[in-house]
């Protein structure tokens, strides 16, 4: 059979795909689980190290700012060194910092430790995203992408369910049980990645084409070569130095303020869930209920925004999904005295409507930027909105305090709003596109 003229962008989905999507989607399981374990053990820890509301901010934010410092670095690392040497070092990093969280004995020591945590966040979103995108054929790549959203809620939810479990077996420092059992999965998740290979987009962008044709006939057969691979156009090939004063400069403006405006409400709610539905008059067992249900909505609405994403077309889900987790939130400081069943209702339903946002975080910016700068972009647009989220998580206790649940609620109705506007603004449609159209500024 002659595939000379097949584009491996147009070949059906094959057991390495298979393979590799449980690879990355792995990444984003643990990523969910990492980040969102420091809320079910957050009032234990604060009552037993005994935390002013200046350290539980900073606590429960450090591993956002890990992510911030990381995601820059681990961009430009990967589109310097290769995708395959950074997909190890995430899961070792979750294991090293995890397991040191089971000794630690102050705040600063928590910080640093959850610090450590979010560096391998960071890496996991430009190193994992990059390499799954650039071997997925287009047909399936938004709805492979989007998928991986879903499996950071998963991973969240797993967290709220495990943690619950622990701190209702282990006494009062269980918390430390709590935050150490991500370990196991950084475990795993360092097993299944073992002999994953280099992208090679990535080997052909730095002129390693012997490389990359042996890794080509391997994925996709033997009678497939270099001549299968799409070439980038000439425009495209820009520089990390031009990135931001190119055509680019504008994407990049719209991934880092969608991408911040899809996840800082998310993060500053998400991490002090406990507190915020107390704070919204659910205490006891509807606070930890409502957490886990809340948890499975997130991944409700992500599944919905998956099955939609092909259909919608990127930028009409958006705007959508923005536009109704605006109004939910305004909705939460409108009623944030209303009964039980409305609060969690209306937590529900801005978990739900955001789904759309939060499943083209990985989407958008790896359909919109080239080989060369791709992970990159990723890793910028992840540190933008990780910056934004440690701030708003660290405010969270701050606010609940000095301006109340209602106040706390309508600025993150704010935060959402503005990410509605810039989607009515910049959003462009990728839909039905291969890598090279939707990366080209010819457009």
Request: with cysteine.
């Amino acid at each position: 059979m002659n595939n000379n003229n097949i584009s491996i962008e147009d070949v059906p989905l094959n057991g390495f795909h298979q393979l590799m999507s449980i690879r990355a989607g792995g990444g984003w399981i643990l990523d969910g689980y990492v980040l969102s374990i420091i809320g079910v053990a957050i009032v234990q820890f604060f009552q037993h190290l005994q935390l002013d509301t200046f350290w539980q901010g900073m606590v429960a934010a450090s591993a956002m700012l890990g992510t911030f410092c990381s995601g820059f670095l681990g961009g430009w690392l990967t589109d310097i060194v290769g995708r395959r040497r950074l997909f190890f070092v995430g899961p070792i990093l979750f294991i090293l910092g995890s397991v040191g969280t089971f000794w630690a004995e102050s705040a600063m020591a928590l910080f640093v430790l959850r610090f450590l945590v979010g560096v391998g966040v960071g890496l996991e979103y430009p190193v994992a995203g990059s390499l799954l995108t650039e071997f997925l054929p287009q047909k399936h790549r938004g709805k492979r992408l989007a998928a991986l959203t879903i499996l950071w809620f998963a991973g969240a939810a797993l967290a709220y369910i495990v943690g619950n479990l622990i701190l209702a077996s282990g006494g009062d420092a269980a918390w430390r049980l709590v935050l150490a059992s991500p370990a196991v999965l950084g475990v795993l998740l360092f097993v299944l990645r073992l002999g994953t290979p280099e992208s090679p987009r990535w080997l052909i962008s730095k002129g390693r084409l012997t490389e990359a044709e042996q890794i080509i006939r391997k994925v996709y057969g033997p009678e497939f070569s270099l001549k299968n691979v799409p070439e980038e156009t000439a425009e495209a090939k820009v520089s990390l130095k031009d990135l931001l004063r190119s055509g680019y400069g504008k994407r990049m403006l719209f991934v880092s303020v969608f991408w911040s405006a899809a996840v800082v409400p998310m993060f500053a709610v998400y991490s002090f869930a406990p507190i915020v539905l107390k704070a919204l008059n659910l205490d006891g067992e509807w606070a930890s209920l409502g957490s886990i249900a809340i948890t499975l909505l997130f991944v409700v609405g992500c599944i919905l925004a998956t099955r939609l994403i092909d259909t919608m077309g990127r930028r009409r889900l958006i705007i959508q999904s923005f536009l109704w987790s605006s109004l939910a939130l305004l909705a939460l400081g409108m009623f944030s005295h209303g009964s039980e069943m409305l609060v969690l209702v209306l937590f529900g339903a801005y978990a739900v409507f955001i789904g759309g946002a939060q499943v083209l975080e990985l989407v958008y910016p790896n359909e919109l930027f080239p080989t060369e700068v791709r992970a990159f972009a990723v890793g910028m647009g992840s540190s933008m909105s990780r910056i934004g989220s440690a701030a708003g998580t660290w405010l969270v206790p701050i606010s609940l305090q000095s301006l109340g649940i209602a106040n706390t609620m309508y600025a993150a109705a704010i935060v959402s709003f503005i990410g509605l506007l810039v989607s009515v603004w910049l959003a462009p449609e990728t839909r039905n596109m291969t890598l090279n159209q939707a990366a080209s500024l010819a457009r």
